[in-house]
């Protein structure tokens, strides 16, 4: 069984800043991939960052220069911090993690008002 517990999601004002975290746990030995996606009213869903175990980084451009991946595998965490956040940054923002196959996690909602 692997667990993903998110936090950190919210509502906030454009040009603002919040962090989302993702704790996974369980059989998750070794984890490979990290990442957040997420998903807009009417939208697929789509990556937002990924991080490997290495640390090696990949951006959406959308993102790309406004949003930090990190990861803390003695935590078995990851983390996703968003600044200078634009409305169209709204949505439900999945966690995924990559072992035998990807686990996602239930999804916390980011609200960017303009």
């Known amino acids: 069984q692997v667990q993903l517990a998110e936090s950190g999601g919210g509502s906030v004002q454009a040009g603002g800043s919040l962090r989302l975290s993702c704790a996974a746990s369980?059989?998750?030995?070794?984890?490979?991939?990290m990442a957040w996606y997420r998903q807009a009213p009417g939208n697929q869903r789509e990556l937002v960052a990924r991080?490997?175990?290495?640390?090696?980084?990949l951006y959406a451009d959308s993102v790309t220069g406004r949003f930090t991946i990190s990861r803390d595998n003695s935590k078995n965490s990851v983390y996703l911090q968003m600044a200078s956040l634009k409305p169209e940054d709204t949505g439900v923002y999945y966690c995924?993690?990559?072992?035998?196959?990807?686990?996602w996690g239930q999804g916390t909602q980011v609200t960017v008002a303009s």
């Open positions: 991080i490997t175990r290495s640390g090696s980084t």
């Open positions: 995924a993690i990559t072992i035998s196959r990807t686990y």
């Open positions: 369980g059989s998750i030995f070794p984890i490979f991939d």
